[in-house]
């Protein structure tokens, strides 16, 4: 009955992984029973990158078929690229990934599959962001598509509140079923390694760290490694409400002028 309801909706689907990766596709058919598809990712991978937008360069998009478009930028190019120049319009859900690799706790930070939700929020539009545990082998994607239908349809039945988006994270296997978290934290210690060319010019690589993750009965962390989906609420607006009176007894007064 649901699909009936919004045969005529519109789904905006974008990632960090690139317009050619498996688990947009994988995502796509998961939600085509729900509206029309529309795809607007990276030409390239673009993981890590975070919430960035790219304003000293021009972008452009490739058709790659139809309905799916390539530009060669950020998640967070890709939606406002979507909604300024293919939709142009706003549409009436974003979801982005399926990321090969979670985006738990602190690392929704760097994220470009939780950027491009978070774009969305800002636009103002419904938005989920979904991830995939990583394996050895080849990803398989099926779990996490039907999560993915199953969180969407959800959202479609109670909308979320303004501003609001869904950070999804899926173990590998068959998930135990679903539980909302909050955002863990973790302890972590990035590693940069020094290394020299043939003319001993310094370079650098950052690789990850040790992880340390706090013990906390209701994170995300905790809910994937128990073998359950996390579904995360999160929002834009990072400031930090319990710190508010506390800041506000803060002197604030200039340095005296040195004389």
Same mark, same amino acid.
């Given at each position: 009955?649901?699909?009936?309801?919004?045969?005529?909706?519109?789904?905006?689907?974008?990632?960090?992984?690139?317009?050619?990766?498996?688990?947009?596709?994988?995502?796509?058919?998961?939600?085509?029973?729900?509206?029309?598809?529309?795809?607007?990712?990276?030409?390239?991978?673009?993981?890590?990158?975070?919430?960035?937008?790219?304003?000293?360069?021009?972008?452009?998009?490739?058709?790659?078929? &139809?309905?799916?478009?390539?530009?060669?930028?950020?998640?967070?190019?890709?939606?406002?690229?979507?909604?300024?120049?293919?939709?142009?319009?706003?549409?009436?859900?974003?979801?982005?990934?399926?990321?090969?690799?979670?985006?738990?706790?602190?690392?929704?930070?760097?994220?470009?599959?939780?950027?491009?939700?978070?774009?969305?929020?800002?636009?103002?539009?419904?938005?989920?962001?979904?991830?995939?545990?990583?394996?050895?082998?080849?990803?398989?994607?099926?779990?996490?598509?039907?999560?993915?239908?199953?969180?969407?349809?959800?959202?479609?039945?109670?909308?979320?509140?303004?501003?609001?988006?869904?950070?999804?994270?899926?173990?590998?296997?068959?998930?135990?079923?679903?539980?909302?978290?909050?955002?863990?934290?973790?302890?972590?210690?990035?590693?940069?390694?020094?290394?020299?060319?043939?003319?001993?010019?310094?370079?650098?690589?950052?690789?990850?760290?040790?992880?340390?993750?706090?013990?906390?009965?209701?994170?995300?962390?905790?809910?994937?490694?128990?073998?359950?989906?996390?579904?995360? &609420?999160?929002?834009?607006?990072?400031?930090?409400?319990?710190?508010?009176?506390?800041?506000?007894?803060?002197?604030?007064?200039?340095?005296?002028?040195?004389?």
């Amino acid at each position: 009955m649901l699909q009936l309801l919004v045969h005529d909706m519109t789904i905006l689907l974008t990632n960090d992984d690139g317009v050619h990766s498996e688990g947009i596709r994988a995502l796509a058919d998961a939600l085509r029973p729900f509206g029309d598809i529309v795809v607007v990712a990276p030409l390239h991978e673009a993981s890590a990158i975070g919430h960035a937008l790219t304003l000293r360069r021009p972008l452009r998009r490739e058709t790659i078929a &139809p309905d799916v478009y390539g530009v060669d930028g950020t998640p967070t190019d890709c939606v406002s690229i979507a909604v300024a120049t293919v939709l142009r319009r706003q549409p009436d859900l974003i979801v982005s990934g399926i990321n090969k690799g979670w985006n738990l706790g602190d690392d929704v930070t760097y994220s470009g599959t939780v950027s491009g939700a978070l774009e969305g929020a800002l636009h103002g539009v419904p938005s989920v962001a979904v991830s995939l545990q990583r394996s050895r082998g080849e990803f398989d994607f099926g779990e996490a598509a039907r999560a993915s239908a199953a969180v969407v349809g959800a959202v479609l039945r109670q909308p979320l509140p303004p501003r609001t988006f869904l950070n999804v994270n899926v173990p590998t296997g068959r998930p135990k079923g679903f539980r909302v978290t909050v955002q863990g934290r973790r302890n972590h210690v990035t590693t940069v390694s020094e290394r020299h060319d043939p003319r001993s010019q310094s370079y650098y690589w950052i690789e990850e760290g040790e992880n340390f993750w706090e013990s906390h009965d209701r994170s995300d962390y905790k809910a994937v490694m128990d073998g359950y989906i996390s579904v995360t &609420p999160l929002h834009p607006d990072m400031t930090a409400h319990a710190a508010l009176e506390g800041i506000e007894a803060l002197s604030f007064e200039a340095p005296s002028e040195v004389t």
